[in-house]
């Protein structure tokens, strides 16, 4: 046969094997098994410090195309290199195509790349997005991978076989004069298989994350308590977890004398504490949302870890969910009665979005620290790191005290003879785990500052709401700026360096027209 046709058979059965492959993942996927259309960027993200992390995802337009480009150009990638290596085996095996070896094909397509894989891919393996132990999971993901690089395997060697040979009497004989219209029949598959593919594809669009992930919270809907379907909500994850009780564990392990493995049940066993803390993400800007206030009842984090029997050596505790996310936080601060590993928010089980069996609460850090989904507790010595540290980001995760103006909006405009009653002003500020003392607003760009009315105070470890009146003298345009004062005594003031990656702190201010 010659070059050339040997070559186009490889490819044709190749790229038909990187369909189905691909297909066989999606369909994984459905399973909610854990597959490299998503695991890749989870592995290859922690590499990407956050400077050229913030960069990409400006560029691409956020954080959720930012998740489809990496899912979409894997597949691409996925399927140009079935195409290759399917010609460059063509070209290879065209002087005896009907007596390919298996073990030849097996150990190339097959064990090779499985163990480049599991080499590549080590610590993401562990993903289960029902919610599988790590090790389980890690297990499944690799039988899940098998099959795939099998499926692909086979789909080579015996369509490229289909396409160049024919068996006549036992004898094979090459087959050259129709490999146009047998291709066009592996054509037929592989667009079978593309609509397979696309559907699968679209109903995994449907349950993924990218509806809600970065939603905020901000503005005249804000009460002091979020109601848990529109509290802020941020995921590192294409489709999020949705966890199987019954499957489920959670871990306790590292520099501990008692390693153990709970039950959901077994933590009824603990006395549950209830607790009001807001949530802020890190890269919450001073105007924005990405913060909220619940009621989480779980239990204390400390009261597992005296269980466990920490050993010395042991600085941090790192923090585990089933969808691979990792965070650190000191062990002193996991030791406070108010660390907790919460499963109710607002009365009701945790929505599965915000980390359903279990999450960590930590009052006063950053909600990165706050690991949805957990499955895994490690005691470990300081240098334990999780995924966005990994990143770069930090070092400091202690929020800063912020405030914010959510009414009246950014750029309203009001009628100085129209003002039947003086304009209200109001807003939310949150001082950590500090608590808020004090809340002025200024009306001339905070030259001038008046105190606010705190009306409500969700304790220390949440925000406070506040509020006043304001009757403006004269039409112009006016510069609203707010500030709080935490339990501790400390002002909030226009700039403090926090260094690039450790979140915004400063004065938020609006502008409102009032006009004659
Ligand atoms: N397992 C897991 N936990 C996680 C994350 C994640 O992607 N996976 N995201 C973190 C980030 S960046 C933030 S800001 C908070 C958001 O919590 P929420 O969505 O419940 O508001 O969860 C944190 N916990
Ligand atoms: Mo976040």
Redesign the pocket.
């Known amino acids: 046969m010659s070059r050339t046709k040997a070559i186009f058979a490889g490819l044709v059965a190749g790229l038909l094997g990187g369909i189905l492959m691909t297909t066989a993942m999606l369909l994984l996927a459905m399973l909610r098994v854990a597959t490299p259309l998503v695991i890749i960027g989870d592995r290859l993200s922690v590499f990407i410090p956050p400077g050229p992390f913030l960069s990409l995802m400006g560029k691409v337009g956020g954080y959720n195309h930012l998740k489809q480009l990496g899912v979409g150009s894997t597949i691409a990638g996925q399927l140009l290199v079935a195409a290759i290596v399917g010609a460059i085996f063509g070209s290879f095996v065209r002087r005896n195509p009907s007596r390919i070896p298996a073990i030849w094909t097996m150990s190339i397509f097959v064990l090779f790349p499985l163990v480049a894989f599991a080499i590549a891919l080590w610590p993401v393996l562990g993903t289960s997005y029902i919610g599988l132990p790590i090790e389980v999971a890690r297990l499944v993901t690799l039988v899940g991978f098998a099959l795939c690089v099998f499926l692909f395997e086979r789909t080579l060697v015996t369509g490229f076989q289909f396409l160049t040979t024919r068996k006549i009497a036992n004898h094979d004989y090459e087959f050259t004069p129709a490999m146009g219209r047998r291709a066009f029949v592996l054509g037929a598959i592989g667009l079978a298989a593309v609509g397979g593919g696309v559907a699968l594809a679209r109903k995994l669009y449907r349950a993924a994350a990218f509806s809600y992930d970065g939603t905020q919270y901000k503005g005249p809907i804000v009460q002091p308590i979020t109601p848990n379907d529109l509290?802020?909500?941020?995921?590192?994850?294409v489709i999020d977890?949705k966890v199987n009780i019954d499957l489920w564990h959670l871990e306790i392990g590292g520099l501990v004398q008692n390693p153990a493995t709970w039950r959901f049940q077994d933590l009824t066993g603990f006395k549950p504490t209830t607790q009001e803390t807001t949530?802020?993400?890190?890269?919450n800007d001073l105007d924005a949302g990405?913060i909220?206030n619940a009621i989480w009842k779980g239990v204390p984090l400390r009261d597992l870890l005296d269980q466990a029997g920490v050993i010395s050596g042991a600085a941090r505790v790192r923090l585990q969910?089933?969808?691979n996310?990792t965070?650190t936080i000191p062990l002193e601060k996991a030791m406070q009665p108010t660390t907790l590993l919460a499963y109710e928010m607002n009365g009701v089980p945790l929505p599965d979005?915000?980390?359903y069996p279990l999450?960590v609460i930590v009052p006063g850090y950053?909600?990165?620290?706050?690991?949805?989904?957990?499955t895994r507790i490690e005691v470990a010595d300081a240098n334990a790191k999780g995924?966005?540290e990994t990143q770069g980001w930090g070092p400091d995760f202690i929020t800063p005290t912020r405030s914010r103006i959510d009414v009246p909006e950014y750029d309203s405009g009001f009628f100085l003879g129209q003002l039947g009653a003086p304009i209200e002003v109001k807003g939310i500020a949150y001082g950590g785990d500090r608590g808020i003392s004090r809340v002025e607003v200024s009306f001339d760009g905070g030259k001038s500052w008046r105190d606010t009315e705190i009306y409500y105070s969700g304790g220390n470890l949440a925000w406070s709401l506040w509020k006043t009146s304001w009757t403006p003298a004269t039409a112009g345009d006016y510069t609203l700026v707010v500030r709080a004062t935490d339990g501790k005594g400390d002002t909030q003031e226009w700039y403090e360096e926090r260094g690039p990656f450790s979140g915004v702190a400063g004065l938020h201010q609006t502008v409102v027209h009032v006009r004659a």
Do not use: Q
């Not at 949530?279 to 890269?283: A, K, P």
């Not at 950053?366 to 957990?374: R, S």
């Open positions: 509290f802020y909500c941020v995921t590192k994850n977890p949530l802020m993400c890190i890269s990405l909220s969910g089933v969808d996310y965070d979005r915000h980390g999450r950053f909600g990165e620290k706050h690991v949805k989904w957990l995924f966005y």
